[in-house]
């Protein structure tokens, strides 16, 4: 059984309903219509915020963030983040509230609504990390904290005293207990390490000339140069030592212990990518995980990404070089969002082969092009894998804390409901990219001094003609036609805008 957290009703209107989170999301908790949990519309909670706080999940780690309201939030009775008096909520929205992460047992107040935090953890051997079903836990104890399964008992005579393991960096071998965390199992790369993930990847390399089964999708390749770098690791341009094939080879390095089920969860998915074919999508060739270490062998685009050739331009592109660029995406996307996959989840848990994959991180950086002639071609690259990696827990807490990206090409619907993945929301995406390229400028106004996730909560894109006046007066309807999100986006597939756009162009 995986680890889960539960936040149970104690008091109020909604007492006794359990909310339960069994897997990596994010919600919004509030009186708004697209708050989950939703509280009640009433004078009893007349000082909550239409969106008054986020709860950022990987169970079993649970964090909570209040959103500058007026009368804050309360955990175990101690009020957080509440705004001074006299302070409006975009004055609010600018500072720089605590975040808190929550325990077992811990209680969040929301006017008269209270929730209590209850986490479970599964327990696992502490000699082969096998887990121990939750009825035989007292017989099987070792000592505080301690648990060891019948086979592990049957192989020491005698028991060694019982201590809790010494969990160690899969590279270096330091003690990083206190890093991870005693709750959490698996393989795992501390933090030092994952600072240098061209030495991760170079020792993978020279294990793999052994021809260790883990590691045969990178066997026979040569690092040349780095490509780019991420928050999740890094990108290279490796040659097949025997053909001569040129690949990029990307390195993701979770932030949590990788236990089996997250990396067969993982690699699962990565199925899905892999089975995509189609011209203005990056071709996946091959993935493998060892040592916590999750690598992957890609098509090589020879003229990096949109967001350089962005750069190399003066910081926009001219409509005649932007718009083929786009045209090539939404084909990608279209392709994508229809083309048969192996692995689709059900409620059940269960898998069967389905069709369609969203992208859910689409953005300049990750369309990728190769030289055709005096042009480009544009292909959509990492498709799905930033998904899957969030969906398996291995990015962490990804809309908290230090390591929170920066979302600025992702429509509301992904923040109001984390799980939502439909194609419309890749398409919001391109046209954001698309305004990018044109203007030099995101879609919406974010401020430094302004909370980003309620930026893209509260606030509208802004028409793109206003960010530069020369852009034809079609193509700017339609891009802000594209942008619309209320009551939903404004168009629902890759194939619909593309018509669209190539009707003013």
């Known amino acids: 059984m995986s680890a889960r957290v539960t936040l149970k009703v104690t008091q109020g209107k909604l007492r006794g309903q359990v909310f339960t989170f069994d897997e990596r999301t994010t919600c919004l908790v509030g009186r708004a219509e697209d708050c989950e949990p939703k509280l009640p519309n009433d004078q009893d909670h007349g000082t909550i915020s239409r969106h008054h706080c986020l709860l950022d999940i990987n169970p079993p780690d649970i964090r909570i963030r209040d959103f500058g309201s007026l009368n804050g939030t309360f955990v175990n009775g101690l009020k957080i983040g509440q705004r001074d008096q006299g302070r409006s909520p975009d004055d609010a929205a600018g500072a720089v509230f605590p975040e808190y992460d929550l325990k077992d047992g811990d209680t969040i107040g929301l006017g008269k609504t209270e929730f209590q935090v209850g986490i479970y953890v599964p327990t696992v051997c502490s000699s082969c990390s096998r887990e121990i079903p939750e009825e035989h836990r007292g017989e099987l104890k070792a000592g505080p904290g301690v648990y060891r399964c019948d086979a592990c008992r049957a192989r020491q005579t005698p028991q060694p005293a019982p201590t809790l393991p010494t969990k160690r960096c899969s ?43 883990e590691l045969l999708a990178i066997k026979g390749y040569a690092i040349e140069r780095e490509l780019g770098r991420g928050g999740m690791g890094a990108v290279y341009l490796a040659r097949h ?13 979770p932030q949590v212990a990788v236990d089996e089920g997250a990396t067969k969860t993982f690699l699962r998915e990565v199925e899905n990518t892999k089975a995509l074919h189609h011209a203005n999508v990056v071709q996946v060739r091959d993935a493998g995980c060892s040592h916590g270490t999750f690598f992957f062998t890609l098509e090589f685009c020879d003229a990096g990404s949109v967001d350089v050739l962005v750069r190399q331009r003066g910081g926009k592109l001219p409509l005649t070089e932007a718009a083929p660029l786009i045209l090539q995406t939404l084909d990608g996307l279209s392709y994508a ?43 959509v690259g990492d498709f ?32 109001v409901n984390f799980k939502y993945a439909k194609p419309d929301v890749d398409v919001w995406a391109a046209a954001a990219s698309f305004y990018s390229m ?3 400028c995101f879609a919406r106004d974010f401020r430094r001094d302004r909370d980003i996730w309620r930026t893209i909560l509260d606030m509208d894109p802004v028409p793109v ?20 999100e209320k009551p939903q986006i404004g168009f629902q597939t890759a194939a619909e805008f593309k018509r669209a756009l190539e009707g003013v162009l």
């Open 438 to 440: 044109l203007t030099g």
């Open 465 to 484: 003609r206003q960010r530069d006046p020369s852009i034809p007066k079609g193509v700017a309807e339609v891009i802000d036609v594209a942008l619309r």
């Open 241 to 253: 030592e025997g053909s001569g094939e040129g690949v990029a080879l990307k390195v993701m390095l």
């Open 171 to 213: 590279k270096c071998g330091r003690d990083v207990s206190n890093e991870i965390g005693q709750h959490r199992h698996g393989e795992y790369v501390c933090v030092a390490c994952r600072a240098d993930p061209l030495q991760l990847i170079r020792q993978l390399l020279n294990q793999a000339k052994s021809g260790r089964s």
């Open 337 to 379: 969002h229809q083309a048969p996959i192996p692995y689709v989840k059900l409620r059940d848990g269960s898998v069967r082969p389905g069709r369609g994959l969203v992208h859910r991180d689409l953005k300049p950086q990750n369309i990728f092009l190769c030289r055709a002639g005096a042009g480009y071609t544009a292909k």
């Open 384 to 415: 799905g894998l930033a998904k899957a990696f969030d969906t398996a827990g291995l990015s962490g807490q990804t809309r908290t804390g230090a390591r929170a990206g920066t979302p600025v090409f992702m429509p509301r619907q992904q923040v």
